[in-house]
């Protein structure tokens, strides 16, 4: 499912490990070597992912760590109109040291595009299993073959509460005070963007099933919502599982944080399960809870009401089903923007609700 990505493979991987070898050993101050560079097949529709060890001798000791890249990604026809790596690392690095929730340990950004032509930042490798995108874990992979009902239950959960425990975090200590805009809701501001967006991705040719659900998002918004630092894609895919499978070992992809009612992580988080399974037509993996349980369980954590859950729903629907029709529209299978079975399921929830 290469041609699907709207990230390309590292042409050089050669000149592309040399350049790391040497940024990092300029910046670690001691000589370093990179064996060889790998891109995961299983997960991400974004950014460029490299997996690679870094060796170096240390006391007359060789030593060794894993490390991750991401990159940002460098197309003609991109999923967004614009990347901020640094907003990424600056969320991972504040949660990081402000609270319990797991994050990957970061090893360096660098925001010149001179070396490498994309910023990109480095993180500790964590040990761990991811469950997969592609083939999504309701169809196939080691979530469906290699769990017991019992443990899906447990991830599931495990995610639910690390969640919830993000969403009790102050947005002000942990230093996104300035996402805010003065005159304008987090929400109202985040229907903005997806405005431009649905402009911008469609390169003007409109998109029908998005339009009617932002038209009805504008004209049904919530009143007096709380305001945390949202996560923005907070899904099953997005974490790394220990690897007992008895809870979360790192929380990943923050390129959509934001701030707005944390209620719409949780949607999301049901609604992207939903789509790779009711949008697909095949059953959900047995042991994973109900979209309604999880809610409930959400809720107790956090202290917030899901009383608006199905307005953000169709906020999940219609932010996902733009993405994908972005992606469908920047490599060129145009046919399947409005006929895609996200788009078509999103329409399914509108005709629910108005």
Known sequence: MDDARPTPLIDDIEGTRTKLESWISS??????????????????????????????????????????ARLQPSVERPAFPDYDLSLQYEVMDSVGRHSDVPVPELRGLETD???????????????????????????????????????????????VDTMARFHQLDYRTLGFDRLAKPGKTPLQQQLDYWQDYLDWSMEGAGHPIAQRALDWLQANQPQDEPTVLCWGDARLANMIFKPELDGVAAVLDWEMAVLGNPLQDLAWFNYLDAT?????????????PGYEETAARWERATGFSTR???????????????ILSRIMLATN????????????LLQKYLDRLT
Not at 308 to 322: E, P, S, V
Request: aromatic content about 10%.
């Open 27 to 68: 910046h670690r101050g001691h000589a370093v070597s990179i064996p060889d560079l790998s891109i995961p097949e299983a997960t991400g529709m974004s950014n460029v992912t490299l997996l690679f060890d870094i060796n170096w001798e240390e006391n007359g000791q060789a030593r060794s760590e894993a490390v991750v």
């Open 113 to 159: 595009t001179s070396l490498l032509g994309v910023q990109f930042y480095l993180m500790k490798r964590t040990e761990g299993r991811i469950p997969t995108d592609m083939p999504p874990y309701n169809m196939d992979g080691w979530m469906m073959h290699e769990t017991t009902p019992a443990q899906r239950e447990t991830l599931w959960n495990a995610a």
């Open 276 to 288: 790779f399974s009711e949008g697909l037509g095949v059953p959900r993996l047995e042991g994973l």
């Open 308 to 322: 608006d859950y199905n307005y953000y729903l169709i906020f999940a629907g219609m932010r996902f089903g733009l």
């Open 333 to 344: 299978r145009d046919t399947e923007v409005q006929n895609g079975f996200a788009c078509q």
